[in-house]
């Protein structure tokens, strides 16, 4: 297995381009998300998913979009960048959205570093 | 609101120098308190799961406990190769959504 895969690892964007920054995993998890982690702010959730066709907000969605169409992919998608969004995102998968057996192993993907001049 | 507090925010040791770092968290009915380790450059990688206050898990030279209001998680005799950003997260019965805390970074020096 592949576990979560993230692409592309670096990305440099100009104030206002827009992009889809891809997320998948081959472990067949109900629940994804996104985050990102800025420097002495620590992990926060932007957007997350509990099941194909299923997303909602976390703490910072404002400029994201996401969809869910399968069980295997979960884009992320940054409208019009602003300096504000350059960070570090990570994505990440769990076995089931908290049920009964769940095991609450959540999976990290490698991250991809956002700059936006 | 959910929080989580990681204490200290940086740790230097010598190798061989056992030490704990400390996470503090305040959710609603504690569903899971989860430590991560992250390299440099690197995704957080999972490490224990702990559910209920008094419980505890081993890997190797880390052990993780739990109490109503704190974890722990105890470094034996470290190695050089534990250098790394530690992260915490709890989250509450509600919502199943971790709130990680901002990590402390080890050091630790051969």
């Known amino acids: 297995n592949a576990g979560v895969t993230q692409t592309p690892k670096f990305q440099v964007l100009k104030t206002g381009q827009s992009m889809t920054l891809q997320c998948a995993q081959d472990?067949?998890?109900?629940?994804m998300s996104w985050y990102r982690q800025d420097p002495g702010m620590g992990l926060r959730l932007i957007h997350y998913?509990?099941?194909?066709?299923?997303?909602d907000q976390g703490e910072v969605p404002n400029g994201y979009n996401v969809s869910r169409s399968t069980t295997e992919d979960f884009p992320l998608r940054l409208l019009s960048a602003a300096p504000s969004q350059t960070s570090v995102y990570f994505c990440?998968?769990?076995?089931?959205?908290?049920?009964?057996?769940?095991?609450?192993?959540?999976?990290f993907g490698p991250g991809t570093r956002l700059t936006v001049l | 609101e959910d929080q989580v507090t990681q204490s200290p925010e940086a740790l230097r040791l010598q190798e061989g120098e056992s030490s704990s770092l400390n996470c503090s968290y305040t959710?609603?009915?504690?569903?899971?308190l989860f430590w991560y380790r992250q390299d440099p450059g690197k995704g957080p990688e999972f490490l224990f799961t702990?559910?209920?206050a008094g419980e505890e898990k081993e890997k190797e030279r880390l052990k993780a406990t739990l109490t109503k209001k704190e974890s722990f998680l105890h470094i034996t005799a470290p190695k050089p190769e534990d250098s790394a950003t530690y992260l915490c997260?709890?989250?509450?019965?509600?919502?199943?959504?971790?709130?990680f805390g901002r990590g402390t970074s080890l050091i630790v020096h051969p």
């Open positions: 990440a998968s769990r076995e089931e959205a908290g049920g009964a057996y769940s095991t609450d192993t959540q999976y």
């Open positions: 472990m067949n998890h109900e629940y």
């Open positions: 998913s509990v099941g194909a066709g299923i997303t």
């Open positions: 959710v609603s009915g504690l569903r899971g």
């Open positions: 702990l559910y209920s």
């Open positions: 997260a709890a989250a509450s019965g509600g919502s199943y959504i971790p709130t």
